[in-house]
């Protein structure tokens, strides 16, 4: 089992290289051992290019060494034809006698049918190795497939004292207070870079005039979602103003809006009467969006949060005392930790032991 363990560890470092490149398909990565050594490796480069499994054989020069050697792979080799051929036929072809699974692949075309497929060739499968880590590796992807949403997580900066601002309206003009620090800023943008839909409600469009964009770190930016209920929001915001990717929501009943039409910018009409959040979620599955990152104020956070809509929150906490001001989201009872950086605290909470391990 130790020996399993450390070829998989390796697994899961290859596929970390893919964090930027593999999205939406999940970050996957494959060695091939024999004899106790490492002959070769490989991981999902990116989305429609080859998969890890058939990075790892094409790099063994020697074919023939395949016939004695244990593959390991950190996700369930697929087994229908999407842009690649399925991986387990290759294996198959290949002779390697033996594999090593760290988690099934929830997705429905998968989903066991890989692990079937190269135990009725005779193949001695061995699955779960390290399975928590290998879940959480691809929590967006595992989360998607199972509930049918994106993984959601919720962020929010405060006060030492609770506040997340010292406007006592979220949607005042008045000057925000800032948290941030240069470099924790800097790591909300690594954030962004990790989801692919970032969302705002009208409040804090009006407040902040944000751009939602990923300036400070590598990686592409979210696609912007703002709830606009009444489709009140000027065209003069940032929001509206760059030509990126943008989708709002607003009432079905709404008139056209001031900024319908501009590049960029998809209205999107629901029927606000009831929950909005499930047809949000249901706009988003439709569009293939794995992951959330909810950066609103505190009434739309905390909306998510009674609705159980999430699976991670990060807070960053700054020293400083505001005494009144808009009031932060009360913190869910679950798996808390936090750590120091630049002199705030930033607290994180993994609702879900199996996602405390993501990057």
């Not at 490989?42 to 998969?51: A, E, N, R, S």
């Amino acid at each position: 089992m130790a020996e399993d363990e450390k070829y998989m560890r390796r697994c899961l470092q290859l596929a970390r290289n893919g964090f930027y490149g593999a999205a939406p398909n999940p970050m996957v990565g494959a060695v091939l051992v024999r004899e106790g050594k490492i002959i070769g490796e490989g991981y999902h480069v990116c989305c429609g290019g080859p998969h890890a499994e058939v990075n790892a054989i094409r790099s063994v020069r020697d074919e023939n060494l395949l016939r004695d050697c244990t593959l390991y792979v950190s996700l369930e080799p697929c087994a229908h034809y999407g842009k690649t051929p399925p991986c387990a036929d290759l294996i198959v072809e290949k002779g390697i006698p033996r594999v090593v699974v760290g988690c099934l692949d929830p997705f429905a075309k998968v989903s066991g049918r890989g692990i079937r497929k190269l135990q009725a060739a005779g193949i001695d499968v061995k699955t779960g190795v390290l399975e928590e880590e290998c879940t959480a590796l691809n929590c967006h992807f595992m989360t998607f497939q199972a509930n049918h949403r994106p993984y959601i997580t919720l962020k929010w900066a405060e006060s030492a004292d609770g506040f997340m601002d010292k406007r006592t309206e979220p949607s005042s003009q008045a000057s925000a207070f800032v948290f941030s620090t240069p470099y924790t800023q800097m790591l909300v943008h690594r954030l962004r870079s990790a989801h692919q839909a970032i969302m705002i409600g009208t409040g804090t469009a009006l407040a902040d005039n944000p751009t939602l964009t990923n300036r400070l770190w590598a990686g592409n930016s979210p696609l912007r979602l703002v709830l606009d209920r009444q489709g009140c929001l000027p065209q003069s915001l940032r929001l509206f103003c760059d030509g990126n990717a943008t989708r709002v929501y607003v009432n079905r009943s709404v008139s056209p809006t001031s900024y319908e039409g501009l590049p960029g910018v998809t209205v999107v009409r629901l029927d606000f009467s009831c929950d909005v959040l499930p047809q949000v979620m249901e706009d988003l599955c439709g569009l293939s969006v794995q992951s959330l990152l909810i950066e609103g104020g505190a009434r739309l956070l905390e909306s998510f949060l009674a609705a159980g809509l999430y699976d991670e929150i990060r807070i960053e906490q700054a020293p400083a005392v505001l005494a009144t001001g808009v009031r932060a989201p009360e913190k869910p009872k679950g798996r808390w930790w936090s750590e120091q950086i630049d002199g705030n605290r930033i607290i994180h909470l993994y609702p879900f032991a199996g996602y405390s391990q993501r990057m």
